[in-house]
């Protein structure tokens, strides 16, 4: 009998709601938890205090670090300042992270006004046909060369902060006009050219 009392004790013990838990227990949890999520604030401040510091080397070091540490949001925080660096080898670097970190790039068309008015009739026929948005996959990308795949054996890629394609017998050239944003000129062959100005955004 005494032991059935202690079996149907220790079951009732573990059967307690969340709320039951001693609370010095859950105040050391707490506490653990934020102690971890301050350290994690201090590293995170410091590597973005060293992608805005003075030294070049120190500056594509860390940022190559962050990217490639597995944490998405150490990724995140490292394009965001990439993109924002007045540094053109690291804005290009993030651009790039920024791109091939994409399964598509969904564009919007407007007509192109400084083509000829019959590319410009055909563009305007593309629009009133298909609507204003296009979109380019984006697969495979290699981060070394910033090449990526879009349909079948064509490609796309990243130099610098401008983004080139070819897609199926549509082609475009976008760059990177703010942190966010990307703009440039694509043509769409539907019987004949179309030439726009595509818009997008990265982030």
């Not at 102690?35 to 070091?61: F, S, Y």
């Not at 490292?78 to 091939?100: N, P």
């Amino acid at each position: 009998m005494r032991r059935l009392l202690l079996v149907t004790s220790v079951a009732a013990v573990s059967l307690l709601p969340a709320a039951a838990i001693p609370p010095a227990l859950a105040q050391t949890s707490v506490a653990e938890m934020l102690e971890q999520a301050r350290a994690r604030a201090r590293d995170i401040e410091e590597l973005k205090r060293v992608l805005n510091g003075p030294d070049q080397n120190m500056r594509l070091a860390a940022f190559d670090v962050m990217v490639t540490s597995g944490d998405d949001a150490m990724r995140q925080v490292a394009i965001d300042a990439g993109l924002a660096s007045a540094d053109a080898l690291l804005q290009g670097m993030a651009f790039k992270e920024a791109i091939l970190g994409l399964n598509r790039i969904l564009m919007s068309l407007e007509v192109d006004k400084g083509q000829p008015e019959e590319v410009q009739a055909r563009a305007q026929a593309i629009l009133q046909k298909d609507g204003s948005s296009y979109e380019v996959p984006i697969v495979e990308g290699d981060r070394k060369t910033g090449v990526f795949k879009t349909r079948g054996s064509d490609t796309g890629q990243v130099s610098g902060t401008t983004v080139t394609f070819k897609n199926g017998y549509d082609s475009g050239q976008l760059a990177l006009v703010d942190e966010t944003t990307i703009r440039g000129p694509i043509r769409i062959y539907q019987r004949g050219n179309g030439g726009f100005i595509a818009t997008a955004k990265i982030r």
